[in-house]
């Protein structure tokens, strides 16, 4: 049986963030964002108490795309995510196992939000780290690293949440988990970086020697193939196997659209450089169209959903329009991330290929990246977006001896070559050597006393003034 805890505390804080350069996605370019740190303290039944921690950016303008809303107006939309799931969870006064906890209070966490002008996605957004870190807590007091410990099940995962699974299709797929020893990291090129020179796609200073590389798309074909054809060139000049994605981040108005890029990308010999390569297509177009837009022939491309994934109905959903993959992102919730690589897991049985792949909201250097990396290990995600290490200088503004801590823990992820500590990046991959530690992927937690608290949400009245 699971161990069973209860709530004794939940804390907020914050610390700025200020990026080394622009990056622009979809409709929004970041320069600087909050980075959101959680710290619970639980009581786990027979075993006394235990402090977890976890760790996100609160980034503008992804979870919630609404034109009328200011980035900051969306930002705030996270913290009150991040309120009513406090006090949702803190309202679970008895001993429960950690996914009971998830579950009892998802329903209602999305229709609070949804009283208070928050869209599912970013609803999710406040269970999501308070999971991360409840299981942190968890992990250390029974003296277990993240992949032992969910191999087992510690958190009492079950099928209540997904109608298409049953409890032992996911013990099945928990039980026959075993971490990767290293993960490729995949380049991101934004829509204000440099393609071609010193900082572009065949940097090897800026690429880190990545073989997978995520391109942004603007939504317009012609741009878009345009610098698509720029990108392949410089990628042919690596010399090197690379394999590509792209990414809309919902700027395709609609499939006449994007069937206009797909049209390109077969026909342009100039394209080839990238058709050859292409993985996968992310999240085309906005997500109330996409749940209205059977693919059609665009199945066959091999696309997936990412701000669409808003429920733990979403990849079946998603499925049946044809979609072949969904996105794994600890900020939209581990459980889900979890339930949904046991249904491409079940699916693919059928002979027809389903997956799961692993993106990147900028998880920053210590808790943030060291805990979405080992959820990928942990589900077989041979490569995963990886962003902060390039749109950050290195721990940002962490206290130097926050950040060494974090190196001296884990050597393996963390190097000092001259310019600070810094992701440490060995031919391209991360490894996960050190992510083994008992609790959620580390050893260490931030310096408490450095962090601000969060800031207050505004009210409705307030966001849409």
Same mark, same amino acid.
């Given at each position: 049986?699971?161990?069973?805890?209860?709530?004794?505390?939940?804390?907020?804080?914050?610390?700025?963030?200020?990026?080394?350069? /622009?990056?622009?996605?979809?409709?929004?370019?970041?320069?600087?964002?909050?980075?959101?740190?959680?710290?619970?303290?639980?009581?786990?039944?027979?075993?006394?108490?235990?402090?977890?921690?976890?760790?996100?950016?609160?980034?503008?303008?992804?979870?919630?795309?609404?034109?009328?809303?200011?980035?900051?107006?969306?930002?705030?939309?996270?913290?009150?995510?991040?309120?009513?799931?406090?006090?949702?969870?803190?309202?679970?006064?008895?001993?429960?196992?950690?996914?009971?906890?998830?579950?009892?209070?998802?329903?209602?966490?999305?229709?609070?939000?949804?009283?208070?002008?928050?869209?599912?996605?970013?609803?999710?957004?406040?269970?999501?780290?308070?999971?991360?870190?409840?299981?942190?807590?968890?992990?250390?007091?029974?003296?277990?690293?993240?992949?032992?410990?969910?191999?087992?099940?510690?958190?009492?995962?079950?099928?209540?949440?997904?109608?298409?699974?049953?409890?032992?299709?996911?013990?099945?797929?928990?039980?026959?988990?075993?971490?990767?020893?290293?993960?490729?990291?995949?380049?991101?090129?934004?829509?204000?970086?440099?393609?071609?020179?010193?900082?572009?796609?065949?940097?090897?200073?800026?690429?880190?020697?990545?073989?997978?590389?995520?391109?942004?798309?603007?939504?317009?074909?012609?741009?878009?193939?345009?610098?698509?054809?720029?990108?392949?060139?410089?990628?042919?000049?690596?010399?090197?196997?690379?394999?590509?994605?792209?990414?809309?981040?919902? !700027?395709?108005?609609?499939?006449?659209?994007?069937?206009?890029?797909?049209?390109?990308?077969?026909?342009?010999?100039?394209?080839?450089?990238?058709?050859?390569?292409?993985?996968?297509?992310?999240?085309?177009?906005?997500?109330?169209?996409?749940?209205?837009?059977?693919?059609?022939?665009?199945?066959?491309?091999?696309?997936?959903?990412?701000?669409?994934?808003?429920?733990?109905?979403?990849?079946?959903?998603?499925?049946?329009?044809?979609?072949?993959?969904?996105?794994?992102?600890?900020?939209?919730?581990?459980?889900?991330?979890?339930?949904?690589?046991?249904?491409?897991?079940?699916?693919?049985?059928?002979?027809?290929?389903?997956?799961?792949?692993?993106?990147?909201?900028?998880?920053?250097?210590?808790?943030?990246?060291? !805990?979405?990396?080992?959820?990928?290990?942990?589900?077989?995600?041979?490569?995963?977006?990886?962003?902060?290490?390039?749109?950050?200088?290195?721990?940002?503004?962490?206290?130097?001896?926050?950040?060494?801590?974090?190196?001296?823990?884990?050597?393996?992820?963390?190097?000092?070559?001259?310019?600070?500590?810094?992701?440490?990046?060995?031919?391209?991959?991360?490894?996960?050597?050190?992510?083994?530690?008992?609790?959620?992927?580390?050893?260490?937690?931030?310096?408490?006393?450095?962090?601000? /608290?969060?800031? !207050?949400?505004?009210?409705?009245?307030?966001?849409?003034?």
């Amino acid at each position: 049986m699971p161990p069973r805890l209860k709530l004794r505390d939940i804390a907020f804080f914050e610390r700025p963030v200020q990026f080394a350069r /622009p990056f622009r996605f979809g409709a929004v370019t970041v320069n600087a964002t909050p980075q959101l740190f959680v710290r619970v303290e639980i009581e786990v039944e027979g075993r006394g108490t235990a402090v977890g921690a976890s760790a996100e950016l609160l980034v503008p303008k992804w979870f919630d795309k609404r034109p009328d809303l200011s980035p900051e107006q969306t930002v705030g939309g996270l913290r009150r995510s991040l309120q009513v799931a406090r006090g949702l969870y803190l309202a679970r006064t008895g001993f429960q196992t950690a996914f009971d906890l998830h579950a009892s209070c998802i329903d209602a966490q999305v229709a609070t939000c949804a009283t208070k002008n928050v869209p599912a996605l970013a609803a999710a957004y406040g269970p999501a780290e308070i999971d991360k870190a409840i299981l942190d807590a968890l992990l250390r007091a029974v003296e277990a690293s993240v992949f032992d410990g969910m191999a087992g099940n510690v958190a009492g995962i079950d099928a209540r949440l997904s109608s298409d699974l049953t409890d032992a299709d996911i013990d099945r797929f928990l039980s026959g988990r075993k971490a990767l020893p290293r993960v490729a990291i995949r380049h991101t090129v934004g829509l204000d970086d440099a393609i071609e020179g010193e900082g572009g796609v065949a940097d090897a200073r800026e690429n880190a020697g990545a073989r997978y590389f995520k391109l942004k798309l603007s939504g317009d074909p012609a741009v878009d193939a345009a610098r698509l054809a720029r990108i392949g060139t410089e990628l042919d000049a690596l010399g090197r196997d690379t394999r590509v994605t792209l990414d809309a981040n919902e !700027q395709y108005a609609d499939l006449a659209a994007l069937q206009a890029l797909m049209d390109r990308l077969d026909r342009d010999s100039a394209l080839r450089p990238i058709s050859s390569r292409l993985l996968y297509v992310e999240q085309p177009m906005p997500r109330d169209i996409t749940r209205q837009s059977p693919l059609g022939a665009l199945a066959a491309r091999g696309f997936i959903i990412d701000e669409a994934d808003d429920s733990y109905d979403a990849f079946p959903s998603a499925r049946a329009l044809g979609y072949h993959g969904i996105s794994s992102k600890s900020c939209k919730g581990l459980y889900k991330s979890i339930i949904n690589a046991t249904r491409a897991g079940k699916w693919s049985e059928d002979g027809e290929t389903f997956f799961v792949t692993g993106e990147d909201l900028t998880c920053q250097a210590g808790l943030a990246v060291q !805990q979405d990396l080992a959820l990928g290990a942990f589900l077989g995600i041979t490569h995963a977006e990886r962003n902060g290490h390039h749109y950050v200088d290195g721990f940002g503004d962490t206290p130097a001896t926050e950040a060494a801590a974090f190196a001296a823990a884990h050597p393996d992820l963390y190097a000092d070559a001259g310019q600070g500590i810094r992701l440490s990046i060995h031919d391209g991959d991360l490894l996960t050597g050190s992510l083994h530690a008992a609790g959620f992927a580390t050893s260490v937690h931030p310096d408490w006393s450095s962090l601000c /608290p969060l800031e !207050q949400p505004k009210s409705l009245q307030e966001q849409l003034a």
